[in-house]
């Protein structure tokens, strides 16, 4: 009983919310927010089965991703995601508890709005080394072009892994060996080799790493700039060096290097927007247009809510098209929206739950009791006869109402698919144990899920865009400007050209 009280007094703290790492994006059909709770060590996500409007966010029902390599403690979380016409899929990136970077594929049941796994695998079998404070964050460039996942190594450098379908997962190097203030990482990009990665520098600048058309990683600085004005990937952390005698036009607001994340967007004109949480717990955003930096001064406060706490969490979701932005951060306890939409910034307001799940039957597999889907009848029925026997009060109320959630998960949640089944075949789903057998890369070859490292990606249809933010001139938003390099002509910068349309996986 002493056992069973244990796991119920487990099973209620998740129930408790908790503010901690987070990313968006956009689909064609909304938006998706997952979030690491650090009470549990639970990666828990928005409904996946969103009609276009606000996100939707229970803090207790079973949205949480069923994950075959436990996550690290604290791990940063990132993740992609699109439309293929019928489903919402998310590919989404943590730390696991050896140190690895994990990727999962997760296919959403539009009906119950729960992610079903289609195969999880380590991806950084050949990185040298990985930070144990990193930032994270993850792109989705194309079928061709494939994901990119930054993070920090070792010695704080922000370092790109890459798949390709052409090359699998790849060790790509590091893209700026300078200094980074951990763990804040933000990326985003216009093309798939106009990439901006955006981090702390140090107590009052912000670094940005570009990739270029002739595929070199630029790195500046704002608002002061770097001797010399930029560095590129070669160059040694002991050549870069802040500028801290030039000139400039604005300093960061509720800046001290120590936020949480960062989160860059870019708009259909090209502008790019980072956004963070100050010290001040507000939020704060500067822009780069025409390679010129300038602050935009905050809006309302109903807009613009101030953060539960200071340098706080963040994640932003964005579309490219329309120049739409969504913002999440925790605000009186509850995860909230920031919204910009037809030109307009909306009231704040907090992510309502989804509404009840409907029940789907499904056909049990011969592993059923084994499951992780839920509690098999035998253990179902030995703990009702536990409690119907004489455990305490306390204890009994307790164990009807998880053991009712339970129940009620395990009828949402479908039970794992038998691989060798045709029906498994058909799906392309699976469920991987931590210990089945990979190539490098950590991509396994004998289940379906891999089809998703197999050539399997084509092409949306034209109105599935990468999400990116406003082009409304605001001029009364900015302050004067600094040049992100002012002494150079911009040969270096890649043309304007429009994006790689969003990947989506064959079935």
């Known amino acids: 009983m002493a056992r069973l009280l244990s796991a119920l007094l487990l099973a209620g703290a998740a129930v408790a919310p908790a503010q901690a790492s987070m990313a968006a994006w956009w689909t064609s059909i909304g938006p998706q927010v997952i979030l690491l709770n650090e009470t549990t060590n639970q990666i828990r996500y928005s409904a996946c089965n969103m009609d276009g409007g606000q996100a939707k966010y229970s803090y207790t029902d079973g949205s949480v991703f069923s994950l075959s390599y436990p996550p690290r403690v604290g791990t940063p979380v990132a993740g992609v995601g699109w439309w293929n016409e019928k489903i919402t899929i998310a590919s989404i990136f943590y730390i696991n508890d050896q140190g690895n970077i994990t990727n999962g594929l997760f296919n959403c049941n539009m009906t119950t709005g729960l992610f079903q796994s289609q195969g999880q695998w380590v991806i950084s079998s050949d990185v040298p080394s990985i930070h144990s404070n990193s930032g994270m964050n993850a792109i989705v460039l194309g079928a061709e072009a494939g994901y990119r996942v930054y993070f920090h190594d070792g010695d704080g450098a922000i370092n790109e892994l890459g798949y390709t379908t052409a090359q699998n997962w790849k060790y790509r190097g590091v893209i700026s060996k300078d200094i980074n203030s951990l763990p804040a990482l933000g990326a985003a990009f216009s093309g798939d080799k106009n990439i901006s990665v955006a981090s702390p520098r140090d107590e009052s600048n912000m670094a940005v790493v570009r990739l270029n058309k002739d595929d070199t990683w630029f790195r500046t600085t704002l608002p002061h700039p770097l001797k010399g004005n930029f560095s590129v990937a070669e160059t040694n ?142 253990a179902k029925a030995g703990i009702g006869v536990g409690v119907s026997l004489g455990a305490i009060a306390l204890g009994a109320i307790i164990a009807v109402i998880v053991l009712a959630r339970r129940r009620q998960h395990q009828q949402t949640l479908p039970p794992p698919s038998d691989a060798t089944s045709p029906s498994a075949a058909d799906e392309g789903s699976t469920t991987l144990s931590p210990d089945t057998p990979a190539l490098s890369y950590g991509s396994p070859t004998t289940t379906a899920g891999a089809a998703q490292y197999e050539g399997g990606y084509v092409e949306k249809a034209a109105t599935e865009y990468p999400q990116q933010l406003d082009s409304t001139p605001r001029s009364e938003l900015f302050v004067a400007p600094m040049y992100e390099l002012p002494s150079q002509p911009y040969t270096h910068e890649l043309e304007v050209a429009q994006p790689v349309q969003q990947p989506v996986q064959k079935q």
Do not use: C
């Not at 502008?271 to 010129?292: C, E, K, M, P």
């Not at 932003?316 to 929206?337: I, P």
């Open 237 to 378: 952390r002991t050549s870069i060096a802040v500028n801290t005698t030039a000139a400039t036009n604005f300093t960061l607001p509720g800046w001290d290097g120590r936020t949480r994340s960062i989160g860059v967007t870019i708009d259909q004109a090209y502008t790019r927007f980072l956004w963070y949480i100050g010290n001040d717990s507000s939020l704060h955003s500067v822009a780069n247009q025409n390679f010129t930096w300038r602050v935009r001064n905050n809006t309302s406060n109903a807009s613009w809510p101030d953060a539960d706490s200071p340098n706080a969490d963040l994640a932003v979701a964005y579309n490219f098209q329309t120049s739409m932005v969504r913002l999440y951060y925790f605000v009186k306890g509850q995860l909230s929206e920031v919204r910009f939409q037809n030109g307009t910034w909306h009231p704040a307001t907090a992510l309502p739950p989804p509404p009840p799940r409907p029940s789907v039957s499904t056909t049990s597999s011969p592993d059923d009791s084994s499951s992780s889907s839920g509690l098999s009848t035998g």
